[in-house]
T-cell receptor
Framework: SQTIHQWPATLVQPVGSPLSLECTVE??????LYWYRQAAGRGLQLLFY??????ISSEVPQNLSASRPQDRQFILSSKKLLLSDSGFYLC??????????FGNGTRLTVT | GNSVTQMEGPVTLSEEAFLTINCTYT??????LFWYVQYPGEGLQLLLK?????DKGSNKGFEATYRKETTSFHLEKGSVQVSDSAVYFC????????????FGGGTRLMVKP
């Protein structure tokens, strides 16, 4: 069966520090991968998605970037965090015709 | 473009009450429709889905029927439990939009004993 791992679960970082959130998927090949952000009290915002290694599409211009160095690895990064980057970050995967499957999320607090 | 509109929460119910969370959508094609549930501190889990008009998705006592004529996919449960307290997201997936999911804003459900 397929599983998705996302870490860390919680993170507190100062403004201006770098960020790296990692997500890996097991049990499937060539998944579509996604990063979503859920701001407090708000819905889900799609940040990035990837249909293959090295292929990244950005939905919203911002202070973040994503990379896919391996087929089942998706990384969300920032060089310098802003206060507005605080939120709940969710990684997800899907097959060609399957629903999204989400990781457990990372709660990021920028202080 | 595609969009999903959900009733704003929070929805507060007593245990064993009947639940309805409204969801309507706008799509250019023939989307598949989903309900996801997010329990406190966790990611989202697929609750149920329907892929064509008049399909009924069901799971864990929850049901939703794909109504093309009213472009709706309302979530219902006959008798809620405290453990159903969570945030519920309605979403659509449109083949014409590359099967990307479009989410509603989420509805928080609070069930009191």
């Amino acid at each position: 069966s397929q599983t998705i791992h996302q870490w860390p679960a919680t993170l507190v970082q100062p403004v201006g520090s770098p960020l790296s959130l990692e997500c890996t998927v097991e049990g499937t090949s060539n998944p579509n991968l996604y990063w979503y952000r859920q701001a407090a009290g708000r819905g889900l915002q799609l940040l990035f998605y990837s249909v293959g290694i090295g292929q990244i599409s950005s939905e919203v211009p911002q202070n973040l970037s994503a990379s896919r160095p391996q087929d089942r690895q998706f990384i969300l990064s920032s060089k310098k965090l802003l206060l507005s980057d605080s939120g709940f970050y969710l990684c997800a995967w899907s097959g060609s015709n399957s629903p999204l499957h989400f990781g457990n999320g990372t709660r990021l607090t920028v202080t | 473009g595609n969009s999903v509109t959900q009733m704003e929460g929070p929805v507060t119910l007593s245990e064993e009450a009947f639940l309805t969370i409204n969801c309507t959508y706008t799509a250019t094609g023939y989307p598949s429709l989903f309900w996801y549930v997010q329990y406190p501190g966790e990611g989202l889990q697929l609750l149920l889905k329907a892929t064509k008009a008049d399909d009924k998705g069901s799971n864990k006592g929850f049901e939703a029927t794909y109504r093309k004529e009213t472009t709706s996919f309302h979530l219902e449960k006959g008798s809620v439990q405290v453990s159903d307290s969570a945030v519920y997201f309605c979403a659509l997936s449109d083949f014409n939009a590359g099967n990307m999911l479009t989410f509603g804003g989420g509805t928080r459900l609070m069930v009191k004993p």
